[in-house]
Structures are given as structure tokens and as C-alpha cells.
């Protein structure tokens, strides 16, 4: 008896001296760095929670420790002004991360801030439902907004989409909405329904989809919010404002045949959508809306080396839209190989079809400024 105990105690401090030495169990190295130019209180977020409040300009630490190899992604939850995000994403090593460097600026005292292209994301979940609910599902999702492409009223082009995991039944109803002026977390009436690809997970904005000029005001306030409805919960089961700034890469090209080499000469054309998590290289979403009649195939490729298929497009839906509009996308949750490719802009979303096997148009990616 003696024995085996002592046996016993040698295997389970065996074990957790292996696992002390290859990860380590307790997390003990913090992130923290700088932020300025702010005029008045941010919120900082780690990994999508873990708030900080910061009552303006200085150093700023997450009370959130990490262990080695863990993924970090800062962001800033601010509807008052822009913020740009350094060395804000990427794997913790033997030592505390104190470089994250975050500058901002009010969009009031730069007025050229709001004609530059808006990047933001969501997390949605239960709790952020007024009132909120308890459930298992979940969603990322984001936007891209460019306020340089409007029509003659002023609306600006939107694409973008929201990515649901964990619902125990199927959505009735996703959508932005818009929450009342001044109260982000009121409830607020719908704006743009967004449909639903051929997984069931991924919900996608319409082609034809626009932000009027009270829309992008509240998108700039933090009073947009993704919201997902299902017959338990029709006033939504899962939330999440569209505020976070900073920690993906996102791109937004156009496809057509010009681009393919050699050119293909086809009429068809259409538009990709990519935004990756920074820190996992987890897709927040990314589709392409296309006119490709036939499309046999589509996917990410990239021209590192001999080139070929970086990440495939699995789901294909024709006529998503009712306007004859198609669409591709990956399987949820899928990642990007590598953000190097991304970063060097080497990819390309590629359409094929029976006719142009090798693609019959594409649009090579370019990462956008935040």
C-alpha cells in the first residue's frame, strides 16, 4: 500500500512537472502598454473580454494574465473617437507584453477621419441581450463601411456578416440594428437583415446593403449592434455591439477578369470580404458575393512560391439574394494559414467555374489601414 502510494505521487509529479515545463500552469505574464490622444475614458478589451476602463492618456495593464504561447488581441471599445492599434495581437513568450501601443483621435477634431474606411467587429453572446439570456450560442462578426463610396443621399456602402456557433435552433432573424441616440445599450429597430449562407452559421449583408447618414453616425457613436433572433428568444437570443476597434486584418476587393492571368475576358464580377482575428487567425468573416454563372469552385489562393489554394470555400448558394447575386464561404470557423500572405498581400479570392477551371475571375487582397 505504501509502495503504490509512493509510485503514485512520483507519476502525478512527473506530470506536472512535464506540463510546468512545456506550457507552465499558472498564468502569470500580464499585457499592458500605452495609449494616447484620448478625450475621455476608454474601454480596453482583451480576447474579447477581460475589460479595463482607462480614464485617459498613459501605461495601462490587463489584470488578465496569460500563460506562455497563449494568443493576446487588444481592442478598443470606443464610440467616441478613432483608435489605431500596435503591436496589439500575437503569442505571449517568457515574459509580460508591455508594447501594445494604441493611439486615438476624436472624429469631431478630424473631420478627414470620417471619410476613411470603417473597420469594426463584434462579439455577441447572451448577456449583452436587454434583458439578457442564458444560452450556450454565440457569434463574431464585423463590418466594413467606406464612407468615400456614397450614392447621391449620402449612403455608404456596408459589407460584412456575423458567424453563429452553439444555437440549439435555427435563427429566425439576423440583423443590425440601431440602438436609441445616446443609450448603446437600448433596444433598438432593425436597419439590415443579413441572410444566411448555405451552412446555417454564417449570415451575410445583401450587396445592395448602405448605411444612411443617421446609421454611420451611430455606428461612430458605438450604437450599432448585431442581434440574432430565434422562436425561443424573438427578441433576440445573442448580442453584440459593433464597436471594437483594432486586432483583425480586413480586406474588401473587388473580383472581375482583369485580374486573372491570363485575363479571362468573362462579364461576370463580384466582391470578397475578409476579416481575420489577429491573434488566432480565426476568420471573423469572410464571402464572396458573385455573378459567376456555373461557379465550380472558390477560395482564398495565394502566390507564395508556385501558388495554389490557401483556404477553400466549401459552402456554395446561388442566388443568395433573389437579384441573382451568388455566394461562397468557408466552412465557420476556419483559419487563415498564415498573415504574413495577408500582410504582403500575396492572396487572392479566386471564382472557377466549368468553362475557366482555373479561375474565371478574382480579386487579389490587400490589407486595409485601421
Same mark, same amino acid.
Given at each position: 500500500?505504501?509502495?503504490?502510494?509512493?509510485?503514485?505521487?512520483?507519476?502525478? @509529479?512527473?506530470?506536472?512537472?512535464?506540463?510546468?515545463?512545456?506550457? *507552465?500552469?499558472?498564468?502569470?505574464?500580464?499585457? *499592458?502598454?500605452?495609449?494616447?490622444?484620448?478625450?475621455?475614458?476608454?474601454?480596453?478589451?482583451?480576447?474579447?473580454?477581460?475589460?479595463?476602463?482607462?480614464?485617459?492618456?498613459?501605461?495601462?495593464?490587463?489584470?488578465?494574465?496569460?500563460?506562455?504561447?497563449?494568443?493576446?488581441?487588444?481592442?478598443?471599445?470606443? !464610440?467616441?473617437?478613432?483608435?489605431?492599434?500596435?503591436?496589439?495581437?500575437? #503569442?505571449?513568450?517568457?515574459?509580460?507584453?508591455?508594447?501594445?501601443?494604441?493611439?486615438?483621435?476624436?472624429?469631431?477634431?478630424?473631420?478627414?477621419?470620417?471619410?476613411?474606411?470603417?473597420?469594426?467587429?463584434?462579439?455577441?453572446?447572451?448577456?449583452?441581450?436587454?434583458?439578457?439570456? #442564458?444560452?450556450?450560442?454565440?457569434?463574431?462578426?464585423?463590418?466594413?463601411?467606406?464612407?468615400?463610396?456614397?450614392?447621391?443621399? @449620402?449612403?455608404?456602402?456596408?459589407? *460584412?456578416?456575423?458567424?453563429?456557433?452553439?444555437?440549439?435552433?435555427? !435563427?429566425?432573424?439576423?440583423?443590425?440594428?440601431?440602438?436609441?441616440?445616446?443609450?448603446?445599450?437600448?433596444?433598438?429597430?432593425?436597419?439590415?437583415?443579413?441572410?444566411?449562407?448555405?451552412?446555417?452559421? #454564417?449570415?451575410?449583408?445583401?450587396?445592395?446593403?448602405?448605411?444612411?447618414?443617421?446609421?454611420?453616425?451611430?455606428?461612430?457613436?458605438?450604437?450599432?449592434?448585431?442581434?440574432?433572433?430565434?422562436?425561443?428568444?424573438?427578441?433576440?437570443?445573442?448580442?453584440?455591439?459593433?464597436?471594437?476597434?483594432?486586432?483583425?486584418?480586413?480586406?474588401?476587393?473587388?473580383?472581375?477578369?482583369?485580374?486573372?492571368?491570363?485575363?479571362?475576358?468573362?462579364?461576370?464580377?463580384?466582391?470578397?470580404?475578409?476579416?481575420?482575428?489577429?491573434?488566432?487567425?480565426?476568420?471573423?468573416?469572410?464571402?464572396?458575393?458573385?455573378?459567376?454563372?456555373?461557379?465550380?469552385?472558390?477560395?482564398?489562393?495565394?502566390?507564395?512560391?508556385? *501558388?495554389?489554394?490557401?483556404?477553400?470555400?466549401?459552402?456554395?448558394?446561388?442566388?443568395?439574394?433573389?437579384?441573382?447575386?451568388?455566394?461562397?464561404?468557408?466552412?465557420?470557423?476556419?483559419?487563415?494559414?498564415?498573415?504574413?500572405?495577408?500582410?504582403?498581400?500575396?492572396?487572392?479570392?479566386?471564382?472557377?467555374?466549368?468553362?475557366?477551371?482555373?479561375?474565371?475571375?478574382?480579386?487579389?487582397?490587400?490589407?486595409?489601414?485601421?
Amino acid at each position: 500500500m505504501k509502495v503504490r502510494g509512493i509510485v503514485r505521487a512520483t507519476i502525478v @509529479g512527473a506530470v506536472a512537472l512535464a506540463l510546468v515545463s512545456c506550457h *507552465g500552469t499558472e498564468a502569470t505574464y500580464s499585457i *499592458g502598454g500605452n495609449i494616447s490622444g484620448t478625450n475621455g475614458p476608454v474601454v480596453l478589451r482583451l480576447n474579447g473580454a477581460n475589460d479595463l476602463a482607462v480614464g485617459g492618456d498613459g501605461d495601462f495593464t490587463f489584470d488578465q494574465k496569460l500563460i506562455k504561447d497563449d494568443p493576446f488581441n487588444v481592442q478598443v471599445a470606443n !464610440p467616441t473617437g478613432r483608435c489605431i492599434v500596435q503591436n496589439g495581437a500575437g #503569442t505571449v513568450a517568457q515574459s509580460n507584453v508591455k508594447d501594445v501601443s494604441i493611439s486615438c483621435a476624436a472624429y469631431a477634431t478630424t473631420p478627414a477621419g470620417l471619410l476613411q474606411i470603417v473597420i469594426r467587429s463584434a462579439n455577441a453572446d447572451g448577456s449583452h441581450v436587454n434583458q439578457p439570456v #442564458t444560452t450556450t450560442a454565440s457569434a463574431v462578426g464585423g463590418i466594413i463601411a467606406d464612407p468615400t463610396d456614397q450614392d447621391a443621399s @449620402g449612403n455608404v456602402a456596408i459589407v *460584412g456578416g456575423l458567424v453563429l456557433s452553439g444555437l440549439a435552433q435555427a !435563427p429566425t432573424d439576423v440583423a443590425i440594428f440601431q440602438a436609441p441616440k445616446g443609450n448603446p445599450g437600448g433596444n433598438g429597430l432593425a436597419i439590415l437583415h443579413l441572410v444566411l449562407a448555405a451552412d446555417g452559421a #454564417t449570415a451575410v449583408l445583401r450587396p445592395d446593403a448602405v448605411l444612411d447618414t443617421n446609421a454611420l453616425a451611430a455606428l461612430f457613436a458605438g450604437e450599432l449592434y448585431f442581434n440574432v433572433s430565434t422562436a425561443a428568444h424573438p427578441n433576440g437570443e445573442i448580442r453584440g455591439a459593433i464597436e471594437l476597434q483594432g486586432g483583425v486584418g480586413a480586406s474588401a476587393p473587388a473580383l472581375d477578369s482583369t485580374q486573372v492571368v491570363p485575363p479571362t475576358g468573362t462579364t461576370a464580377f463580384g466582391a470578397g470580404v475578409l476579416m481575420v482575428d489577429r491573434a488566432t487567425r480565426k476568420l471573423v468573416i469572410s464571402y464572396i458575393a458573385h455573378t459567376v454563372v456555373g461557379a465550380t469552385s472558390a477560395a482564398i489562393n495565394t502566390t507564395v512560391g508556385t *501558388g495554389g489554394q490557401a483556404l477553400a470555400f466549401t459552402n456554395l448558394l446561388d442566388n443568395f439574394d433573389g437579384l441573382g447575386t451568388n455566394l461562397a464561404t468557408p466552412a465557420a470557423g476556419s483559419v487563415l494559414p498564415n498573415l504574413s500572405d495577408l500582410d504582403n498581400s500575396f492572396l487572392y479570392f479566386n471564382v472557377s467555374s466549368g468553362t475557366f477551371p482555373n479561375g474565371e475571375i478574382r480579386g487579389n487582397i490587400s490589407p486595409l489601414p485601421q
